[in-house]
Nanobody, 125 residues
Framework: VQLQASGGGLAQAGGSLRLSCAASGRTFSTDTMGWFRQAPGKDREFVANINRTGGSTYYADSVKGRFIISTDNDNKMLYLRMHSLKPEDSAVYYC???????????????????WGQGTLVTVSS
């Protein structure tokens, strides 16, 4: 499975961005997909995950109510719509996938087998 993230850029606080992740290869083998982010000098942290086939979702408390994760399975796409952006949302965002059966507790990056290259999001105050 190959993942290609895009859509990052510069946004003002309170603004919105949509990240995309194009999947290719044996995508039918991946039941769970997610987004992680890493700010400079910090560890990579969980943002959200989704059951690719069933649609269940789970969010980190820091983004709950502001971010929405979704998939378009016909086109093998993963999305992250980000609203009410804050400067602390600035980070490199990574899409990821795993063959593990979905459950909301898949929040540790060590559970994920496949990673995109990352896309930079910068939120100005």
């Amino acid at each position: 499975v190959q993942l290609q993230a895009s859509g990052g850029g510069l946004a003002q606080a309170g603004g919105s961005l949509r990240l995309s992740c194009a999947a290719s290869g044996r995508t039918f083998s991946t039941d769970t997909m997610g987004w992680f982010r890493q700010a400079p000098g910090k560890d990579r942290e969980f943002v959200a995950n989704i059951n690719r086939t069933g649609g269940s979702t789970y969010y980190a408390d820091s983004v709950k109510g502001r971010f929405i994760i979704s998939t378009d399975n016909d086109n093998k796409m993963l999305y992250l719509r980000m609203h009410s952006l804050k400067p602390e949302d600035s980070a490199v965002y990574y899409c990821a996938a795993t063959t593990r059966a979905y459950y909301s507790g898949l929040t540790d990056d060590t559970f994920y087998d496949y990673w995109g290259q990352g896309t930079l999001v910068t939120v100005s105050s």
